[in-house]
């Protein structure tokens, strides 16, 4: 795709600007886009780790980053938040990772305007998507959206260096609230907007079927389940590289009953208990409680233990941190 140089012009002013040192990545302002998408508009860099500016749709995006916000709860959760964003990104970083197209447009574009692009002052615009590899920006309009935000970024802080703006955005998690721009002819107005400030935990809750031997069995023990991240892409049914789940079962006496690997766990969710029975009978290993550390492992479980007179209940899942440790290393060779 190729980058007008109107997009190149404001990325060179944002950057320059150094808009990273007025905001932190917490303090978020939010954009009305011409498409119609609200999006919420992080800006990293403060630390001086990275340099970029995160763009997330409304919803189902920003529940990406209040994910990535909070404490992770388990390493696979951990290494899960790395790749569980939705959003567009404006990143800089080495030109040498771009493809030769990529860094032809780049020079033809810094190279008469003398911009150095040594070390992170390169631009990408990228695409990232839930449990996918970031994939460069290949839309238009999503490139029309990064313009509109990146047109915002440099009025707040612009506005706010000539006295304009009384005040930069806030975080959103102080006050349950973010400023929202809207384009306004020349200029943008600002109003307050209450924004969600929890994450919106993922899961499904299938239909699950009473198993008579299961239900009339007498119980005994506990059954440790988690569904964990695995950072190791497979590729979906129509060839897309993704990160897939799996979904393990382990006893109170450390044997693992259960490894289903999910490469799409909202799908996959509908027949995993049914494997699940089969297993428990095979076993004959009939729990009288289930412990899941997560609520994407809860919902899977709901009905499947209220249809079979298993308790489930939140906790600490004994041995399951071990199982995902050996499973990072062999799927790594080490």
């Known amino acids: ?12 002013h944002f950057k320059n600007l150094d808009v990273w040192d007025y905001l932190y990545e917490d303090e978020i302002f939010a954009v009305n886009t011409e498409s119609g998408k ?10 001086r780790e990275c340099f970029a500016l995160n763009m997330y749709p409304e919803k189902d995006g920003w529940n990406t980053y209040l994910k990535l916000a909070r404490e992770p709860r388990s390493k696979a959760e951990e290494e899960e938040q790395l790749f569980s964003q939705e959003c567009l990104q404006l990143i800089f970083d080495d030109i040498n990772q771009l493809s030769e197209d990529q860094r032809k447009q780049v020079k033809a574009y810094t190279k008469p305007r003398r911009i150095s692009i040594d070390g992170e002052n390169c631009p990408y615009f990228m695409r990232l998507r839930k449990y996918r590899m970031p994939m460069p920006m290949r839309d238009l309009a999503e490139l029309q959206i990064v313009k509109e935000c990146l047109e915002v970024a440099i009025y707040i802080i612009e506005g706010f260096e000539s006295g304009k703006l009384k005040s930069l955005p806030s975080s959103y998690d102080k006050t349950g609230r973010v400023d929202v721009f809207t384009k306004n002819g020349d200029s943008f107005s600002r109003r307050s ?17 009473t198993y008579t031997l299961i239900k009339d069995s007498p119980k005994r023990g506990r059954l440790y389940c988690d569904t ?25 006496e450390g044997k693992v009953l259960m490894m289903k690997l999910l490469s799409h766990y909202e799908n996959d969710a509908l027949i995993l208990a049914d494997e699940l029975a089969d297993i428990m009978i095979q076993q004959r290993f009939f729990p009288s409680e ?7 492992t809860g919902s899977f479980l709901v009905n499947f233990c209220k249809k079979n007179g298993i308790e489930l209940n939140p906790g600490k899942v004994a041995f399951i941190d071990d199982v995902y440790d050996d499973l990072l290393k062999k799927m790594r060779g080490e």
């Open 1 to 12: 795709m190729k980058i007008p140089n109107e997009i190149y012009d404001l990325v060179y």
């Open 38 to 47: 609200k999006m919420y508009c992080s800006v990293l860099g403060h630390n």
């Open 193 to 209: 907007a209450m924004i969600p400030t929890k994450y919106d935990e993922d899961g499904v809750m299938p239909r699950s079927r």
């Open 228 to 252: 964990l991240f695995m950072p190791h892409l497979l590729k979906d049914k129509s060839g897309f590289p993704i990160f897939p789940f799996m979904f393990v079962a382990v006893s109170d």
């Open 290 to 296: 289930i412990i899941e550390r997560n609520f994407r």
